[in-house]
């Protein structure tokens, strides 16, 4: 699909009056498919409704964007959809916001740049065909972002805790949904491995615990045993929740037992992309150079578990004061 037919389909469609933003997202699959060799642009309902981003860009199996697509004339500045927006920005660090029609593009939580491929005129799509060129290459530029290496421990401890509240998010909206539809989902088999764990967890661990805390508690065991495996990795050029859940040492097998279990092959199709997005960090880490300068800086011998206190600050340092973590001696 050419830009000018991506335009011509959508205008089709805005003139019946009834369309609405997810009747726009195969026209808007099929021109990045078309644009974009090498590079599978997913668009999952079920993931969508526990919320992830519209559309999610990956190249060889490595989430390199994402896109959050509102319905034509939604605007995508304001209070509308600030709350939403400012926590993909936070934690997804190349992204595009677009009306079907505008498209905003940030990297890293900044703006670089938008581009308008067509305007509204009465009950009308008007295409605009000078920014076509200047629209191929921002999609260009989006789709070929990879992470910058990480080298301090604060700036990891922040994308981890960025990526970690969000799968928090994910995993809650997931756990309500399957509650309130009784975990069946329409033409696809149910997955009751959340709801599972949560009832083993209050089976054994934490009787009271309840769903948001048990999100809190399952984002950060993903994102610390995530920590822990890339820390005994020996090759820094590749790294994924799979590797991950062979490389946790077997000298901590209650992580070692419970990671494997919660991010391996079962792990849930609704969140699985971000697992996916925080090993992205991780790759860009070589998190066994980087904690000796922490621990250098911390005066600390085992620097893997005060930086836990790190993470944790970042993650919610109201959570970190109500369970007494703090820094404490060996």
Known sequence: MTISEYIKSINLR??????????????LQSLLERML???????????????????????????????????????L?????KEQFNRYKESLPNIIFTDYLDFHFYRDGEFV?????????????????????KFRQMINDFATHTLQTIRSAAKLSKMMA????????????????????????????????????????????IHDIDEKEFADIYAQTIAYGMFAARLHDKNLETFSRFE????????????RKLFQYIAGYDLDERIDWIVDALADI??????????????????????????????????????????????TPE
């Open 14 to 27: 805005y003139k019946t009056g009834i369309s609405r933003e997810h009747s726009y997202r195969g026209d």
């Open 244 to 255: 991950a859940a062979r490389l946790i040492p077997k000298s901590n097998p209650f992580l």
């Open 162 to 205: 960025a990526k970690a509240r969000l799968l928090s998010d994910v995993i809650h909206n997931a756990l309500k949904e399957d509650r309130e539809n009784g975990t069946d989902r329409v033409n696809e088999p149910a997955n009751t491995t959340l709801r599972d764990q949560l009832n083993a967890f209050q089976s054994v661990l």
């Open 77 to 81: 500045t304001g209070s509308k959809h």
């Open 282 to 327: 991780f790759r860009a880490t070589d998190v066994d150079g980087l904690l000796n300068n922490f621990g250098k800086a911390t005066q600390q011998t085992d620097p893997v578990i005060h930086f836990y206190e790190t993470f944790l600050a970042e993650f919610d340092p109201k959570l970190r004061k109500s369970r007494g973590v703090w820094y």
């Open 37 to 75: 060799k090498n590079v599978i642009v997913t668009n999952e309902p079920a993931r969508i409704d526990c919320g992830a981003p519209d559309f999610i860009l990956t190249h060889q199996e490595v989430p390199v964007g994402y896109i959050e697509a509102k319905d034509i004339g939604e605007p």
């Open 113 to 133: 740049m938008s581009v308008r491929l067509a305007e509204i005129a009465g009950d009308s799509i008007h295409s605009i065909p000078e920014n076509g060129e």
